[in-house]
């Protein structure tokens, strides 16, 4: 069947890029394979995405969007009273819960930027798209101390097949964020943070 005009290719070789990687890992992904998942000719794959970090920079991107979209379409953040610790981890709660193998397929990816340097700005824009949210809320050295918070109870139930406990992450949760109301008790501004302010 003949795919000459075929606007929706370029996302369906990043769909199929993602499958690959979540079957195989990012050693089984190649232009060839993700071709024959996409179901395009090879030509097509290295017109769109000239190199593999092209491509895996389009895949994290799209899956970022997992977390990022539950924190959007909760909205409780911009309200004033929010209980940023309890939305937090009940946000998390359900986003493990889940569809699993996508979590992990994120995190596979996020994780990829080690080895490959042109992911790095990618997998930050997680991290900061997640700051901007909550800094308004505490402020922005708490709101990067509360994501990688986050972050590493995410990758501790991911590595160990542990239990999510919303509870636990909750109180850890708001440990942090109780720092930024302590602060602005004592009159300091977001600027005092030492190393996490770097």
Same mark, same amino acid.
């Given at each position: 069947?003949?795919?000459?005009?075929?606007? !929706? @290719?370029?996302?369906?070789?990043? %769909?199929? +890029?993602?499958?690959?990687?979540?079957?195989?890992?990012?050693?089984?992904?190649?232009?060839?394979?993700?071709?024959?998942? +996409?179901?395009?000719?090879? #030509?097509?794959?290295?017109?769109?995405?000239?190199?593999? %970090?092209?491509?895996?920079?389009?895949?994290?991107?799209? +899956?970022?969007?997992?977390?990022?979209?539950?924190?959007?379409?909760?909205?409780?953040?911009?309200?004033?009273?929010? %209980?940023? +610790? #309890?939305?937090?981890?009940?946000?998390?709660?359900?986003?493990?819960? #889940?569809? *699993?193998? #996508? $979590?992990?397929?994120?995190?596979?990816? =996020?994780?990829?930027?080690?080895?490959?340097?042109?992911?790095?700005?990618?997998?930050?824009?997680?991290?900061?798209?997640?700051? !901007?949210?909550?800094?308004?809320?505490?402020?922005?050295?708490?709101? @990067?101390?509360? $994501?990688?918070?986050? %972050?590493?109870?995410?990758?501790?139930?991911?590595?160990?097949?542990?239990? =999510?406990?919303?509870? =636990?992450?909750?109180?850890?949760?708001? *440990? $942090?964020?109780?720092?930024? @109301?302590?602060?602005?008790?004592?009159?300091?501004?977001?600027?005092?943070?030492?190393?996490?302010?770097?």
């Amino acid at each position: 069947m003949s795919r000459r005009y075929d606007p !929706e @290719r370029r996302q369906r070789i990043i %769909d199929a +890029a993602i499958r690959v990687v979540g079957r195989g890992g990012i050693a089984g992904l190649s232009h060839r394979t993700v071709a024959t998942e +996409a179901d395009v000719p090879l #030509g097509s794959t290295t017109y769109h995405f000239a190199s593999l %970090d092209e491509l895996l920079i389009a895949a994290l991107r799209q +899956a970022n969007e997992g977390f990022a979209a539950a924190v959007r379409e909760s909205g409780a953040f911009v309200e004033p009273r929010c %209980d940023v +610790a #309890g939305e937090l981890a009940r946000l998390t709660g359900e986003w493990l819960a #889940g569809d *699993r193998a #996508g $979590v992990e397929l994120e995190y596979e990816l =996020y994780l990829a930027a080690l080895r490959r340097p042109a992911l790095r700005p990618v997998a930050a824009e997680w991290c900061s798209g997640l700051t !901007e949210v909550l800094a308004p809320r505490t402020d922005p050295v708490t709101a @990067r101390a509360l $994501v990688a918070l986050l %972050d590493g109870i995410c990758l501790q139930v991911l590595l160990t097949g542990a239990v =999510y406990d919303e509870a =636990y992450a909750r109180e850890m949760l708001a *440990r $942090v964020a109780s720092g930024s @109301r302590a602060r602005a008790g004592a009159g300091a501004g977001p600027a005092s943070g030492g190393t996490l302010a770097s």
